[in-house]
C-alpha cells in the first residue's frame, strides 16, 4: 500500500517522553469495568488493540468513591484497580504503546445508587437531568456543598490516585477539568456558587483545577501530568461565564509547572479562547477538534488545522472505537470502519468494542484516499 506523508505521523515528544506520532486516543468512558470499578482482561484487550497511537488517554478513573459517576465506571484508589490496571498497561506496553491515565471526579454527577454515597460539589445545585444508575433512570440529587475539609481531602486524593496510576504502570496522568464534571463545576458561574476563596471572581474560580492539579505534579512530577479542559463546553447544564478570561488565567497560573500538556477539549482555532490559551501557554497543546465528518479526509483535515494553529499533538475519539489500527489507516489514506449503534458504547462485551476488524492488507485502489482530498486512480 502507498504511504503518505502528514505531520499529524510525524514524531513527537512531551517532556521526559518519546511518541512515534502526534495521535492521541483521547480518553472514552466505555463502562466495561468490574461494578466496583476494577478494569477487566477484556479492556487489556481493547487498548493493546490501540497501542499505535502516540498516546493513549486511557478512560476517565476515580480517585475516590465518591467521585463515581455511573455503573461500571473505572477507579483507581484500591489495590485491586492498581493490580486491574497493570494488566491494561502491560499489554499496552508489549504492543508498543504508551499511556497516560486520565483522573475524573464527578461532583455532582453521581447518584447514591451508583455509588451509595451522596454526591459533593462546588454548591448544592443538582444537575439539571436525570442520571443513569444500576436502577434505570433517576432523578439527579441536590449534591453536598463541599466543606473546606472536603476540598483538601478531595486534593490528596488525586494526588494519591496519581502516585497509583504510575504504579499500575502508566507514564503519566490526565487532571480532568472538563465536561462538566467536579472540577469544571468549580470553574463555572452557574454550579459554583461559593462566596469564599473558591467562588466568585475567576481568580478564585480557577483554584480548586490548579490545587489538584499543582497538588498532583508535586506527587509525581510535573512531566509527568496533564490537564484536560473544555472550554465553553455546556455537557451536563454547565454556564461558565467569563470563557475568554477563565482559561487564559488557568493557563498563566499553571504554565510555569512544567506539565506534560495541556488537553483543550472540542478545539475549534477560529475561536478568540483558543488562540488566548495557545499563545497563554508555553507547553505542549493536545487539541481534540470538533469533527464534521467521521472519515479519512475528514480526520485529516481537521488534525492538520489545529497542527497549523499552533497545537502539537492531536487526541481523537470516536474514530479509535471503530478503528483500532487507526493509525494505519491515515498512514495509507484508506476508509475508516463505520461505528456501530451507540447502544454497544456503554454496555459490557466484546461486541461493538474489540470486535472492530483491522485494515485489509490489499484494499482496492479505488478505496484509498490521498491526504488532499482527492481520489487517487
Not at 518519546?18 to 481493547?46: I, S
Amino acid at each position: 500500500m502507498t504511504q503518505h506523508t502528514t505531520a499529524l505521523l510525524e514524531p513527537a515528544r512531551l517532556p521526559g517522553l518519546d511518541l512515534p506520532n502526534r495521535l492521541v486516543m483521547a480518553p472514552l468512558t466505555r463502562n466495561r469495568a468490574e461494578a466496583d470499578g476494577t478494569p477487566t482482561p477484556l479492556m487489556a484487550t481493547y487498548y493493546a488493540q490501540r497501542a499505535s497511537a502516540g498516546l493513549i488517554i486511557a478512560e476517565a478513573a476515580t480517585p475516590n468513591a465518591v467521585g463515581q459517576t455511573y455503573p461500571n465506571i473505572t477507579a483507581v484508589h484500591s489495590p485491586a484497580h492498581v493490580a486491574g490496571w497493570r494488566q491494561v498497561t502491560d499489554a499496552v506496553r508489549e504492543a508498543g504503546g504508551r499511556m497516560f491515565l486520565q483522573l475524573q471526579h464527578g461532583g455532582r454527577v453521581g447518584h447514591p445508587a451508583t455509588s451509595g454515597l451522596t454526591p459533593v460539589a462546588p454548591s448544592p445545585v443538582p444537575l439539571p437531568e436525570t442520571i443513569f444508575t444500576p436502577e434505570g433512570h433517576q432523578p439527579a440529587p441536590v449534591p453536598r456543598e463541599m466543606t473546606a475539609e472536603d476540598i483538601r481531602t478531595t486534593v490528596a486524593d488525586f494526588a494519591k490516585a496519581a502516585r497509583n496510576a504510575l504504579d499500575a504502570g502508566f507514564e503519566g496522568v490526565e487532571v480532568h477539568s472538563a465536561n462538566g464534571h467536579l472540577l469544571h463545576q468549580f470553574l463555572a458561574r452557574n454550579t459554583n456558587l461559593r462566596t469564599d476563596g473558591y467562588g466568585g471572581p475567576v481568580a478564585a474560580r480557577i483554584r480548586f483545577t490548579a490545587e489538584v492539579t499543582e497538588a498532583v505534579a508535586a506527587e509525581i512530577g510535573a512531566e509527568r501530568v496533564g490537564l484536560r479542559v473544555s472550554p465553553g463546553n455546556t455537557v451536563n447544564g454547565i454556564d461558565e461565564g467569563e470563557t475568554e478570561e477563565l482559561y487564559p488565567a488557568l493557563a498563566e497560573r499553571l504554565g510555569g509547572l512544567g506539565l506534560a500538556y495541556l488537553h483543550l477539549g472540542y478545539a475549534d482555532p477560529e475561536t478568540p479562547v483558543y488562540r488566548k490559551v495557545r499563545a497563554a501557554w508555553p507547553g505542549v497543546i493536545v487539541a481534540n477538534p470538533v469533527l464534521k465528518e467521521i472519515s479519512t479526509d475528514g480526520v485529516l483535515r481537521a488534525s492538520e488545522e489545529l497542527l497549523a494553529a499552533g497545537a502539537d499533538l492531536i487526541a481523537l475519539g470516536r474514530p479509535f472505537l471503530a478503528n483500532p489500527d487507526l493509525v494505519t489507516r491515515l498512514r495509507h489514506g484508506a476508509p475508516l470502519n463505520e461505528m456501530r449503534d451507540r447502544y454497544f458504547m456503554y454496555v459490557g462485551g466484546a461486541t461493538g468494542y474489540t470486535d472492530y476488524p483491522a485494515l485489509d492488507a490489499q484494499p482496492s485502489s479505488d478505496s484509498i484516499v490521498a491526504l488532499d482530498g482527492d481520489r487517487v486512480a
